[in-house]
């Protein structure tokens, strides 16, 4: 069974920081390029963070560029986002994608609220 499971949102003060995880089980892992995506009240989701499959090559949305980081580990098939000098306008549901053309896949988390308010 396909599953990716979004972990490590909650409330953080402005200027704060946070980290994300993304777990993944039931596909070839390494295999697949990730990307965090977000959704904001009233807002359509707005890609965020990507990586490739062997994590050698990164891009960000401007709107995060220098502020938030992504990474993955595949030796525990887990993604991250690492998200710093947060502002209100990041708060969102954050969701974790993992795509690939080769493996025909393309599955996504369930998201997880983060929220950025003093």
């Known amino acids: 069974q396909v599953q990716l499971v979004e972990s490590g949102g909650g409330l953080v003060q402005p200027g704060g920081s946070l980290r994300l995880s993304c777990a993944a089980s039931?596909?070839?892992?390494?295999?697949?390029?990730l990307a965090w995506e977000r959704q904001a009240p009233r807002k359509e989701r707005e890609w965020v963070a990507g990586?490739?499959?062997?994590?050698?090559?990164?891009a960000y949305a401007p709107s995060v560029k220098g502020r938030f980081t992504i990474s993955r580990d595949n030796a525990k098939s887990t993604s991250y986002l690492q998200m710093n000098n947060r502002n209100p306008e990041d708060t969102a549901v954050y969701y974790c994608?993992?795509?690939?053309?080769?493996?025909?896949?393309?599955?996504w988390g369930q998201g997880i609220q983060v929220t950025v308010s003093s």
């Open positions: 994608n993992a795509v690939s053309a080769q493996e025909d896949g393309d599955y």
């Open positions: 039931g596909f070839s892992f390494s295999r697949y390029a």
């Open positions: 990586i490739t499959a062997a994590g050698d090559s990164t």
